[in-house]
């Protein structure tokens, strides 16, 4: 299987709600066409960032339905589809399926603590489901489980895994997954805060939360990897993280934060979902303030 159309920036893509907090068709498409247009690869739907563990089984499938309808055939596109049982998980998967997307992805299982037997069963029968190639999401401060290297092997013995997105912080992690996973295997790197260092490590690719926020800042890190040029790949990689750290300063979930920042950027999507909390109060005035940051570091390398 060629894997090229895997090699890129990634964002993960945020949830859109309408004004009441519903899942919304427009606002959705929306956000699909706004980052086509900025030239990135691909898109993760149904992650971390697009509140999967906060939406209900129909409203991920609509997400999932609206993303393929725009962008089907033009940008790659992965479907996470991990849900608290492995029935969601499936139903999610064959759907994705059936909307052409081009590769399924899923974290562990949450909230209960399983032996790695049922991790690995959890996986498989996901992987089983469908013919479309499958990508582990190993991100073990959210989910408490750290992908261990015996069940990583024993996983990509099955040719259906093309590959890991990697979100735990080590970046060894990224060069050990990529040593045992070999050269026809993509290793994405997770961490937005380590983007460059993975990728010289190892990593293939990038899929990130905080991408969309600023696609403009990745593409040219990305460039900038790729060309060899690395004085500049890390100047890059220190603004990105400058403007990480302002998107986590305020009170409210950084990914509220990443939606009235869009918003500025000329993209509603909503706000996001209870429990997580929305931008609030005075600190409504400085979201100008991060996308000054946004503005002047897209200027500042020419994209």
């Known amino acids: 299987m060629k894997l090229d159309k895997f090699k890129g920036i990634i ?47 129909e409203e991920r499938k609509a997400t999932l339905k609206y993303a393929a309808e725009a962008l089907k055939g033009k940008l790659t596109l992965i479907a996470h589809v991990g849900a608290p049982s492995t029935r969601e998980s499936r139903i999610l998967a064959k759907y994705a399926e059936e909307l052409g997307y081009d590769a399924l992805s899923a974290i562990p299982p949450i909230y209960f603590k399983l032996p790695e037997n049922s991790i690995y069963k959890y996986w498989t029968e996901i992987i089983e489901s469908t ?23 024993k996983l990509i013995e099955n040719k259906k895994v093309i590959g890991v997105k990697n979100s735990s912080m080590p970046v060894m992690d990224i060069e050990r997954f990529k040593a045992a996973g070999g050269e026809n295997f993509i290793v994405f790197n997770g961490p937005d805060e380590q983007y460059v ?54 009170n409210g979930h950084m990914y509220s934060v990443i939606k009235e920042v869009l918003k500025l950027r000329g993209v509603n999507v909503g706000s996001v979902r209870g429990p997580l909390e929305p931008v609030h109060g005075e600190d409504l005035n400085k979201i100008e303030r991060i996308k000054d940051l946004i503005d002047s570091a897209i200027l500042k390398y020419g994209r």
């Open 11 to 57: 964002p993960a893509f945020y949830a859109c709600y309408d004004d009441l907090g519903e899942i919304s068709e427009d606002r959705t498409k929306d956000l699909c066409n706004y980052l086509y247009e900025k030239g990135v690869k691909g898109l993760y739907v149904g992650g971390s960032s697009g509140e999967c563990i906060y939406q209900n089984l």
């Open 131 to 153: 013919e479309l190639p499958f990508i582990i999401y190993n991100i073990p401060q959210t989910t408490g489980y750290n992908l261990s290297i015996n069940l990583f092997k």
């Open 197 to 250: 260092s993975g990728r010289i490590i190892g990593a293939d690719s990038g899929i990130g939360g905080t991408y969309a926020a600023m696609p403009e800042l990745f593409l040219k890190a990305e460039e900038f990897v790729s060309s060899g040029n690395f004085e500049q790949a890390g100047k890059i990689q220190r603004d990105i993280n400058d403007i990480i750290i302002a998107l986590c300063s305020l």
